[in-house]
């Protein structure tokens, strides 16, 4: 069966896990812990990215990450890339680090941020790399220590989850333990990684009921919300695709973003793809990139390539194209038919 596309829009929250190849450890000490974490705090901040919950074990990891101005899966590439490269060359290895791609669940912020966070933070205590409640207080290689204050990631969103017990911190840090306390003796919760119409219902037992009584959910494994969520986010992803297919039976591709581009900007299409670094042609990118990306489905990969740049320089271009198209108002299906 062929993988299905992620879901990810501004503003959207993800449950994110990758695992060790062959279920082996990506953390060998804590030095690898201290290289991964920086190269997390690096790239939140540069992408406004905002981190709620985090944990690290020993063969895999877990974040709950909301989308700022740069796609999620251009985040996890260069996060899991560039930490492999560098356990390879310390471990004196090769090879793959991960296994597979990433698992990325959309999920409903107001329903199960809460839920999440608890679930994600207490990974160390479960799996007894700490002994007690005390113990996951001080821990360094997960979220919870950073929100009772005993560490300070200037990456993390303190406040946010804070913010879900209490407007005033030394309360809703209390509350907050109690929070994970309750919940120190839970096991494995299918309902918050498990498919997608579990998770929606609360588990098989009532969905068979549900289903008895004539009732069905709308489900998508990809997604960790109600049937409501899960609809409207469908909705907002096929309606990015419908544009993207409209705009494909036109004909429209790079080559031709890049002519209307030209034609929009009064300068010639070779120059787009060339070395150039002036203004106007950096301008010129920067609308290629972002309609390139956002509206007829390109990879970053395919249109770095395309153009002779990295792919880190596409998602910035990516990010000020937007903007350019926000400020004046530029529509490229307008445009194309202005063209043809």
Same mark, same amino acid.
Request: hydrophobic share 40%; charged share 25%; with cysteine.
């Given at each position: 069966?062929?993988?299905?596309?992620?879901? &990810?829009?501004?503003?959207?929250?993800?449950?994110?896990?990758?695992?060790?190849?062959?279920? !082996?450890?990506?953390?060998? &000490? &804590?030095?690898?812990?201290?290289?991964?974490?920086?190269? @997390?705090?690096?790239?939140?901040?540069?992408?406004?990215?905002?981190?709620?919950?985090? #944990?690290?074990?020993?063969?895999?990891?877990?974040?709950?990450?909301?989308?700022?101005?740069?796609?999620?899966?251009?985040?996890?590439?260069?996060?899991?890339?560039?930490?492999?490269?560098?356990?390879?060359?310390?471990?004196?290895?090769?090879?793959?680090?991960?296994?597979?791609?990433?698992?990325?669940?959309?999920?409903?912020?107001?329903?199960?941020?809460? $839920? %999440?966070?608890?679930?994600?933070?207490?990974?160390?205590?479960?799996?007894?790399?700490?002994?007690?409640?005390?113990? @996951?207080?001080?821990?360094?290689?997960?979220?919870?220590?950073?929100?009772?204050?005993?560490?300070?990631?200037?990456?993390? =969103?303190?406040?946010?989850? /804070?913010?879900?017990?209490?407007?005033?911190?030394? /309360?809703?840090?209390?509350?907050?333990? $109690?929070?994970?306390?309750?919940?120190?003796?839970?096991?494995? !919760?299918?309902?918050?990684?498990?498919? *997608?119409?579990?998770?929606?219902?609360?588990?098989?037992?009532?969905?068979?009921?549900?289903?008895?009584?004539?009732?069905? /959910?709308?489900?998508? =494994?990809?997604? %960790?919300? *109600?049937?409501?969520?899960?609809? &409207?986010?469908?909705?907002?992803?096929? $309606?990015? @695709?419908?544009?993207?297919?409209?705009?494909?039976?036109?004909?429209?591709?790079?080559?031709?973003?890049?002519?209307?581009?030209?034609?929009?900007?009064?300068?010639?299409?070779? #120059?787009?793809?060339?070395?150039?670094?002036?203004?106007?042609?950096? !301008?010129?990118?920067?609308?290629?990139?972002?309609?390139?990306?956002? =509206?007829?489905? @390109?990879?970053?990969?395919?249109?770095?390539?395309?153009?002779?740049?990295?792919?880190?320089?596409?998602?910035? #271009?990516?990010?000020?194209?937007? *903007?350019?198209?926000?400020? =004046?108002?530029?529509?490229?299906?307008?445009?194309?038919?202005?063209?043809?």
């Amino acid at each position: 069966m062929p993988r299905r596309a992620r879901i &990810d829009a501004p503003g959207a929250v993800h449950h994110i896990t990758a695992r060790g190849i062959e279920r !082996r450890k990506i953390f060998c &000490d &804590d030095q690898d812990r201290e290289t991964f974490i920086q190269r @997390l705090a690096e790239l939140v901040a540069e992408t406004r990215t905002q981190c709620f919950a985090w #944990a690290l074990m020993p063969n895999h990891f877990h974040l709950v990450l909301k989308t700022g101005n740069v796609p999620i899966a251009t985040i996890m590439r260069r996060l899991l890339t560039g930490y492999a490269v560098g356990f390879n060359r310390r471990h004196g290895r090769s090879g793959h680090v991960f296994q597979n791609r990433y698992k990325s669940i959309l999920c409903d912020q107001d329903a199960y941020l809460k $839920e %999440l966070v608890r679930y994600i933070h207490l990974n160390p205590l479960r799996a007894k790399l700490v002994k007690d409640i005390k113990g @996951l207080d001080r821990y360094r290689y997960a979220g919870h220590s950073c929100l009772m204050g005993k560490c300070l990631n200037h990456w993390q =969103e303190v406040d946010a989850v /804070l913010a879900l017990f209490s407007s005033q911190v030394p /309360l809703a840090r209390r509350r907050y333990r $109690e929070f994970i306390k309750a919940a120190i003796h839970q096991g494995r !919760r299918d309902d918050l990684i498990g498919g *997608g119409l579990v998770r929606s219902a609360g588990g098989w037992s009532t969905v068979a009921k549900m289903r008895k009584a004539g009732l069905f /959910l709308k489900s998508d =494994e990809r997604i %960790l919300g *109600g049937s409501d969520f899960v609809t &409207d986010v469908l909705a907002r992803a096929q $309606e990015v @695709l419908d544009q993207q297919y409209a705009l494909t039976v036109k004909g429209i591709g790079f080559d031709q973003i890049v002519a209307v581009v030209s034609d929009l900007l009064s300068i010639q299409a070779k #120059a787009i793809v060339g070395p150039s670094k002036e203004r106007i042609i950096v !301008r010129a990118r920067a609308l290629v990139c972002y309609w390139a990306v956002t =509206e007829c489905g @390109l990879s970053m990969t395919e249109v770095a390539s395309r153009l002779n740049i990295s792919v880190p320089t596409v998602s910035l #271009a990516v990010k000020r194209g937007r *903007g350019m198209v926000s400020k =004046e108002g530029l529509v490229l299906a307008d445009l194309v038919n202005i063209k043809t």
